[in-house]
């Protein structure tokens, strides 16, 4: 099966990156709209549409996801279009029905990214209850089974302990069921993800510890008699050389937000660290690693097209399925990496096929 491509929307200001070094990529609806447009004529199938209520780590105006999604599905024909949602924020009685309205609008390309939350800020302040760290998987396992009931059955009616549902209908459902991804790297997501996920998306790491959280993802799925695909997180500079490349990097880093990046790291630390095994997505994350705020950097698609196709290729070898790619000028780096990475990775696959074939 061919890789898939995905790429955030920066539907947040502030770009991909914690740092002031400037970057030609805009938060606003029109750009919105290009990118995407780009994108599916370029060779992605995904955008991820963020969801972010409140400023955090520079981002100072957010436009809303799902509304944002609505609006993408009129304007664009083939990219399918992910809605992070975070549940306590919403019903997922109400989100199921958004969600399939949108996937109406796109005929058929509406998926969901179910956050389970890191933001303590935007719950406290929306005077919404902030819940342990494995409690918040428990309501997010609870308002996937919801999302499903309602696009597959004709009524719902649903006792958990934190959505009831009484006979709740849902019309018209959805053209094709919506994809849920999620992400989290702590006990309490793995085995969510094992149980009701069809994504499991995982921050930038080594091609070794990548490997580690597939196999174990994958034994939890089996365990419950399911599949499961693996999406994974990385930041994408490639230029002319190597040295370009790297040198995009270090003046990323070199001109961090580092209050930003410090009130980020804290917010993390301590979402994670709540959870039982004291573990969260970014436990071994170091400043570095956070001015790109999912371990972006990690995952190494720093350098020529040749070599970050070969990167991406490595990824393949070891089970991912989904490469969730971020960029620091959407407005040209978008369009190059699918003019001259994605076309590499494809011969590359097909390398890969005619030498299996050959065994």
Same mark, same amino acid.
Do not use: C
């Given at each position: 099966?061919?890789?898939?491509?995905?790429?955030?929307?920066?539907?947040?200001?502030?770009?991909?990156?914690?740092?002031?070094?400037?970057?030609?990529?805009?938060?606003?609806?029109?750009?919105?709209?290009?990118?995407?447009?780009?994108?599916?004529?370029?060779?992605?199938?995904?955008?991820?549409?963020?969801?972010?209520?409140?400023?955090?780590?520079?981002?100072?105006?957010?436009?809303?996801?799902?509304?944002?999604?609505?609006?993408?599905?009129?304007?664009?024909?083939?990219?399918?279009?992910?809605?992070?949602?975070?549940?306590?924020?919403?019903?997922?009685?109400?989100?199921?029905?958004?969600?399939?309205?949108?996937?109406?609008?796109?005929?058929?390309?509406?998926?969901?990214?179910?956050?389970?939350?890191?933001?303590?800020?935007?719950?406290?302040?929306?005077?919404?209850?902030?819940?342990?760290?494995?409690?918040?998987?428990?309501?997010?396992?609870?308002?996937?089974?919801?999302?499903?009931?309602?696009?597959?059955?004709?009524?719902?009616?649903?006792?958990?302990?934190?959505?009831?549902?009484?006979?709740?209908?849902?019309?018209?459902?959805?053209?094709?069921?919506?994809?849920?991804?999620?992400?989290?790297?702590?006990?309490?997501?793995?085995?969510?993800?094992?149980?009701?996920?069809?994504?499991?998306?995982?921050?930038?790491?080594?091609?070794?510890?990548?490997?580690?959280?597939?196999?174990?993802?994958?034994?939890?799925?089996?365990?419950?008699?399911?599949?499961?695909?693996?999406?994974?997180?990385?930041?994408?500079? $490639?230029? &002319?050389?190597?040295? +370009?490349? *790297?040198?995009?990097?270090? %003046? #990323?880093? /070199?001109?961090?937000?580092?209050?930003?990046?410090?009130?980020?790291?804290?917010?993390?630390?301590?979402?994670?660290?709540?959870?039982?095994?004291?573990?969260?997505?970014?436990?071994?994350?170091?400043?570095?690693?956070?001015?790109?705020?999912?371990?972006?950097?990690?995952?190494?698609?720093?350098?020529?097209?040749?070599? $970050?196709? &070969?990167?991406?290729? +490595?990824? *393949?070898?070891?089970?991912? %399925? #989904?490469? /969730?790619?971020?960029?620091?000028?959407?407005?040209?780096?978008?369009?190059?990496?699918?003019?001259?990475?994605?076309?590499?990775?494809?011969?590359?696959?097909?390398?890969?096929?005619?030498?299996?074939?050959?065994?």
């Amino acid at each position: 099966m061919s890789l898939q491509f995905a790429y955030w929307a920066p539907n947040v200001s502030g770009g991909l990156v914690i740092s002031n070094l400037p970057q030609k990529t805009d938060w606003s609806f029109e750009a919105n709209k290009r990118y995407a447009q780009i994108a599916e004529r370029s060779g992605f199938d995904y955008v991820l549409l963020q969801t972010r209520f409140f400023a955090s780590y520079g981002a100072e105006k957010q436009l809303e996801a799902a509304t944002l999604a609505s609006a993408l599905a009129a304007v664009t024909e083939k990219i399918n279009i992910i809605t992070a949602v975070l549940p306590g924020l919403w019903h997922p009685g109400v989100m199921a029905k958004i969600i399939s309205t949108i996937d109406h609008i796109s005929n058929g390309r509406a998926s969901v990214n179910i956050v389970s939350g890191w933001f303590k800020g935007e719950f406290i302040g929306y005077g919404e209850p902030w819940l342990d760290h494995d409690e918040r998987y428990r309501r997010s396992e609870e308002f996937i089974q919801v999302l499903r009931e309602m696009w597959t059955k004709e009524t719902t009616t649903f006792k958990g302990d934190f959505y009831r549902l009484n006979e709740a209908p849902l019309k018209p459902k959805p053209i094709n069921i919506p994809k849920i991804f999620q992400g989290g790297n702590s006990k309490a997501a793995r085995e969510m993800a094992g149980r009701v996920s069809d994504v499991y998306f995982m921050n930038g790491n080594s091609l070794e510890k990548l490997k580690q959280q597939i196999d174990h993802v994958k034994s939890l799925a089996k365990s419950n008699g399911r599949d499961i695909q693996f999406g994974v997180n990385g930041f994408v500079i $490639v230029r &002319d050389t190597e040295e +370009e490349a *790297k040198q995009v990097l270090k %003046d #990323i880093i /070199l001109h961090a937000d580092k209050e930003a990046v410090e009130g980020f790291k804290s917010q993390v630390k301590f979402a994670g660290q709540s959870s039982p095994e004291g573990e969260g997505m970014w436990e071994n994350s170091s400043f570095e690693d956070l001015v790109q705020y999912n371990d972006g950097f990690r995952t190494g698609l720093i350098g020529t097209a040749e070599q $970050v196709a &070969d990167r991406i290729i +490595e990824l *393949k070898k070891i089970g991912v %399925d #989904i490469v /969730l790619t971020g960029f620091l000028h959407y407005e040209e780096d978008l369009q190059q990496f699918g003019e001259k990475v994605i076309p590499l990775v494809r011969e590359k696959e097909e390398q890969l096929k005619e030498k299996a074939g050959a065994v």
